[in-house]
Nanobody
């Protein structure tokens, strides 16, 4: 059964930092691309960062230079380091597989990130 459990969210001041974690229950985790997504109130869910098996990463323009995605294959865990957050980063953050691997039937509860100005 595919399952994602996100944690690490909370209230953070603009300019602070936060690290999100996602424990993924999926087979062959190490060879699959993973992504962090977010959904703000009234907006569609969007992909903000992804990482492939080789460790190559991609970021949405809005978070480039501030967010860092990483993975620990031994722990089946993917992380999102958020530095210098802005109020517009306020959203529920989710992890899932990335690209064509994404499992729309397996979204977790997400973790709320609220950035105060």
């Amino acid at each position: 059964q595919v399952q994602f459990v996100e944690s690490g969210g909370g209230l953070v001041q603009a300019g602070g930092s936060l690290r999100l974690s996602c424990a993924a229950s999926i087979s062959a985790f190490s060879i699959k691309p993973m992504g962090w997504y977010r959904q703000a109130p009234g907006k569609q869910r969007e992909l903000v960062a992804s990482i492939v098996a080789s460790g190559n990463t991609n970021y949405a323009d809005s978070v480039k230079g501030r967010f860092t995605i990483s993975r620990d294959n031994a722990k089946n865990t993917v992380y999102l380091q958020i530095n210098s957050p802005k109020p517009e980063d306020t959203a529920v953050y989710y992890c899932n597989l990335a690209g064509a691997w994404r499992r729309d039937d397996a979204w977790g509860q997400g973790t709320q990130v609220t950035v105060s100005s």
